[in-house]
């Protein structure tokens, strides 16, 4: 969205109001989700003080309140709970629009939003293609290679696991005996 030149730079001061209603107008939907996205954090941290408030309340449990904090911080939560109404409110609107701006799209089957190398093979095969392909085989190999000595290593430890499980059911078992 551009900005509209200054009134008082060469255009009539009604002229300015045109432009500003007509850019109102014209906001595009990727606005509206960066506006939708700030309205959500701007949520998520007035709900945040909202639980902060109340952790911070004391419970009516007989102990003598001072009208005034409770006062104050009453007044403080209900501002909070008024003002993440309105957020609501704000962030409904800017869904509707989007779905508004969106309504008249022709959906996109996610099959071409994926490259894919065809069964036929690809007449303008880049270097680039094959370097990635050969790296990702040898890191693949790698990694293979890895797994494999881990379980190498895996299945050492189980039988020592084993050996050591053993030996102390066998020390038990003659102290057991010997008493």
């Known amino acids: 969205m ?14 300015f109001s045109g432009t500003q209603s007509q850019a109102a107008r014209e906001v595009n ?21 909202i639980f902060q408030l ?9 102990v003598t309140y001072h009208t005034g904090t409770y006062q104050d911080r009453l007044g403080k939560l209900q501002e909070h709970l008024r003002q993440l109404s309105i957020l609501f409110r704000k962030l409904r609107l800017v869904y ?3 779905n508004e701006n969106c309504a008249g799209l022709d959906p996109v089957p996610i099959e071409q939003l994926i490259p894919y190398v065809e069964e036929d093979g690809s007449k303008h095969d880049d270097r680039g293609a094959a370097s990635q392909l050969r790296f990702a085989s040898e890191e693949r190999r790698e990694i293979m290679e890895v797994n494999k000595k881990l379980k190498q290593k895996n299945q050492q430890l189980k039988q020592i696991m084993d050996q050591l499980r053993n030996l102390i059911w066998d020390i038990n078992a003659m102290l ?3 008493n």
């Open 2 to 15: 551009s900005t509209p030149p200054l009134a008082g730079a060469g255009m009539p001061p009604g002229a």
């Open 54 to 62: 109340l952790r911070n309340m004391q419970l009516p449990n007989g």
């Open 96 to 98: 509707d629009k989007c």
């Open 176 to 178: 057991a005996m010997r």
């Open 29 to 49: 939907t990727a606005s509206l989700c960066r506006i939708g996205q700030e309205t959500v954090q701007d949520i998520v941290f007035r709900t945040m003080e």
